[in-house]
């Protein structure tokens, strides 16, 4: 049992036709001009823009926009954005989107409530005093970046994806409507699915202590995220599937399913950021291409936990050695991953890494992380290097 | 599956020697000068209101203090903290204890920042528009009034017990050590985790609808209390088992184990109000009386829930019929609380109201609730009298 920080101040507004409120919790939140940031054209396509636009209008809230927010966000799009809300004097970044949205909105916020460059933030060579204000109107269950002190930015020269973790950032609120999520391509929704569970599994996965209650609450999540991800499989349109994965989508990251744990592991997550960097790959793929290779690196070395999520979460029987039943939910794991069409191995991600290319990526990811990372087995730049070369 | 607002804004610093942080959050919030508000004595005898003290010193934080308050905290009292907390200029209350200090902080908070009589919030004749915020060290987990948008005072004449809920009363922080609990009396500590399982139950029972993650997070909530609870009873000092319970304490009552349920019961606790109120028992103990004749009374009603409680929560086999499944899973719920030493009907709790004593418990609960109460089953003065004599 450790010590603990937890805080999660975002107002999450959740179900049904609940963008009509979008006026009023800017206004709650006594702003009175917003910089709408979103995608490249889907929120447009699908007439939420203009609904958005007509709740502020309702409340009298005034608004400027900016799209062109691509998946593993740039920091030219940030810098464009930090310019443009200046200039415009909003007092509120909307996020309208997914992860993609709302960590370029955070970055803006940032951006414009600080001196300097923004990316010395993500460059860890300072922290962020103050932010913006943030609100997301969220479209992906996903990232969970709606309740998440995490905003995580790709420096167009190089590919250079990092992260920034601060409270400040934590968006004020977060309007949540399923339906949103429900004309997502169903590659897009398993990646979101893959990468809630892979939030609880980052803060699971740890030599560190654990919390029986906060156990509990990891494990009925990941179960959670598992049946319905199966459920939207076949059925895109089912809401409570919807409901289900997107409410967990926030708990998986808000810090819930990581207290009294001692330290998060996020190895997987920081293998992964490299090659969405270098490769420009989907995260939740990423992470689910990359996984398998990980836990068979690190089990040993955390072997109690891994034993108890094959047992308590993959319903493996616990009737041979540890380390077979570890292995098992390993196993069982990755074929979950195939069932909802994930990869599980870099091939079927659909990239190719050269050897010079992954002694490129774990030397960036080793230097992204100070050094070496992780809370299941602290990896170091030899290790990084071997996981790659296992997740071909 | 139903729509809901979530919002827990406080900030948890939670584990061993967190006391020393006090200064530190109340700074971070910007006050200046703080009423440190407590009960009748053992904050004092066992030197927590000089560590508390000690703390606010080292980060140049003035105070003054209020003690006194004591459990179903009264009404004059608050009357009291108002115009003292006005005099002396504080913008903060700092509760130092369990449920009734941070619940008699919040109605003074209530009081300094709005005009006329803070008792209309509680008899509903208005709402509250603001609060001073309110801090808290914990020493008691049970009410889960450290992260609650709820206050319950009693007003002195006539011994009613009234709540009021609203979400500027959430604490702006809580400072919660484990350690603290260690020493409170066995019955205390059984009544802090009957009152914890009671507001996770309160929002479990109901024909409103569900979500599978709530269900999840509910059920590993309770059966993590009655693991502990159950260890508590011969380890009172087992440090794990107090850091369980405490967590368990705020996580059962901040929202998160009610989301999208469509709507709360909180009928056995309306009627544990009342004879709180007229009797003057402590709250758990309370709860405990009367929960078994109100799930005996209400149970054909929410079928469904009760036999999905009967199961995942009480291990009750699925090998009856669903009634009877249910009717053991209440049986097995009233075990558990004589095994912690708790009540499960008002004789063994020490009163026995005479009939015109039972006419008026129900006729009061009926008004306080505004004429009927509960979404397992909806309850009205008659059902509530019904309850009350079953539970004698």
Redesign the interface.
């Known amino acids: ?16 036709d ?1 963008i009509s409120k979008v006026g009023t919790m800017v206004k709650k939140q006594g702003s009175k001009k917003v910089l709408i940031h979103y995608g490249t054209g889907s929120v447009k396509r699908t007439g939420l823009l203009d609904r958005v636009k007509a709740a502020l209008d309702a409340e009298n809230i005034d608004y400027v926009e900016l799209g062109g927010v691509v998946p593993n966000p740039r920091l030219s799009l940030v810098y464009k954005g930090i310019e443009f809300a200046k200039k415009e004097n909003v007092d509120l970044i909307l996020a309208v989107g997914g992860g993609s949205a709302i960590d370029s909105a955070k970055a803006i916020g940032y951006g414009v409530a600080n001196e300097g460059d923004v990316w010395d933030f993500y460059d860890r060579k300072r922290t962020p005093k103050a932010s913006l204000p943030v609100g997301v109107v969220l479209t992906i269950a996903a990232t969970g970046s709606e309740m998440s002190d995490s905003s995580v930015i790709t420096k167009d020269e190089g590919g250079i994806k990092r992260g920034c973790n601060n409270d400040l950032c934590r968006p004020v609120f977060a309007i949540m409507d399923p339906e949103l999520t429900m004309t997502l391509p169903d590659y897009q929704t398993a990646c979101g699915c893959t990468d809630i569970i892979m939030h609880t599994l980052e803060r699971y996965f740890t030599s560190k202590g654990n ?3 906060t156990d ?2 990891a ?3 990941i ?2 995220v598992m ?2 991800a199966r459920i939207l499989v076949k059925e895109p349109k089912n ?2 599937a919807r ?2 994965v997107m ?2 989508g926030s ?1 998986s990251h808000n810090g ?1 399913t990581g ?2 744990n001692g330290g998060n592991d996020f190895a997987t997550h920081g293998l992964e950021h490299e090659i969405g960097g270098m490769f420009d790959v989907a995260h939740g793929a990423g992470l689910a291409a990359l996984w398998g290779s990980w836990a068979r690196y690190v089990y040993k070395d955390c072997l109690p936990r891994f034993h108890r999520f094959a047992v308590m979460v993959m319903d493996i029987p616990d009737n041979s050695s540890e380390e077979e039943v570890a292995l098992k939910g390993i196993e069982k794991l990755e074929d979950f991953f195939r069932e909802i069409n994930m990869p599980t191995n870099m091939s079927e991600l659909g990239i190719h890494p050269t050897e010079e290319q992954l002694i490129e990526l774990a030397h960036k990811c080793s230097i992204a992380a100070g050094g070496s990372k992780g809370a299941a087995k602290v990896l170091y730049e030899k290790d990084m290097l071997a996981i790659y070369k296992m997740a071909l």
Chains 1, 2 share one sequence.
Do not use: H, Q
């Open positions: 049992m450790n010590n603990f920080y937890y805080y999660t101040p975002t107002k999450v507004v959740f179900g049904k609940t919390m029986e209650i509990s609450i494990e009925g999540l179960r959670t049946k319905n809401y409570d409901a289900e409410w967990a708990l819930l207290c009294g």
